[in-house]
């Protein structure tokens, strides 16, 4: 089955500069990359997503990167902000029939005002 | 407002006293899906239906059941409980199974079993 890394666990950026997080899967086959933030005390809510047929996809401060290759996505928020602290939960999407969900482990983001 | 309702949002047990969490949606979603999230883990899948009456088994479903009688509700229920269940618990909703990664969830529950 699928596999999702995801790196780092945590992560602290200063107000304004910008913050990365990385997922790499292990199915080729996967075809779509959603991502989902989730603050405290809250459930996860999509942020942006990406599918296989596109490179990059960009909404405002945030973008995420897909290289097919290597098999790995990356996250992208630039001039962070304090509401952008909470944690970001990277997924792969198996196609066929029945989409299989899998998540990775998660990142917490603290910006520090 | 469009929504997933979970209940109850926080809960203490003891070992074996069956429970059942609820899950309502009132986007006449097709698909739906219990999570739980552990520190470290990410979130697993436990059980997800792909419409009334179709449920299929996620990655972790040892100890759970699910039913889907209405097209709506999706409750979890937890026959016998034990420690190892103690988590943060999901459940979500998408339109329908291809969409299955565009999820919307609800606010969690957090169970705690003494």
């Known amino acids: 089955g699928e596999n999702v890394e995801q790196h780092p666990s945590t992560l602290s950026v200063q107000e304004g500069d910008s913050a990365v997080i990385k997922c790499t899967y292990s199915?080729?086959?996967?075809?779509?990359f959603p991502w989902y933030k989730q603050e405290l005390g809250k459930g996860p809510q999509l942020i942006i997503d990406?599918?296989?047929?596109?490179g990059e996809k960009k909404d405002q401060r945030i973008a995420v990167t897909l290289n097919k290759t290597a098999k790995h996505f990356s996250l992208h928020i630039t001039e962070t902000q304090p509401e952008d602290s909470a944690v970001y939960f990277c997924a792969a999407i198996l196609s066929g029939g029945y989409q299989k969900v899998t998540f990775g482990t998660g990142t917490k983001l603290q910006v520090i005002p | 407002e469009a929504q997933v309702t979970q209940n109850p949002r926080y809960l203490i047990t003891v070992t074996g006293k069956k429970l059942t969490v609820t899950c309502s949606q009132n986007m006449n979603h097709e698909y739906m899906s219990w999570y739980r999230q552990d520190p470290g883990l990410g979130l697993r899948q436990i059980y997800y239906?792909?419409?009334?009456?179709?449920?299929d088994k996620g990655d972790v479903p040892e100890g759970y059941k699910v039913s889907r009688k209405e097209k709506r509700n999706f409750p979890l229920i937890l026959e016998s409980p034990s420690p190892n269940q103690t988590s943060l618990y999901f459940c979500?909703?998408?339109?329908?199974?291809?969409?299955?990664?565009?999820?919307?969830f609800g606010e969690g529950s957090r169970l705690t079993v003494l």
């Open positions: 199915d080729s086959a996967s075809n779509y």
């Open positions: 979500a909703s998408s339109l329908r199974k291809e969409l299955a990664g565009e999820l919307f």
């Open positions: 990406i599918r296989s047929n596109v």
């Open positions: 239906s792909m419409n009334v009456e179709v449920t």
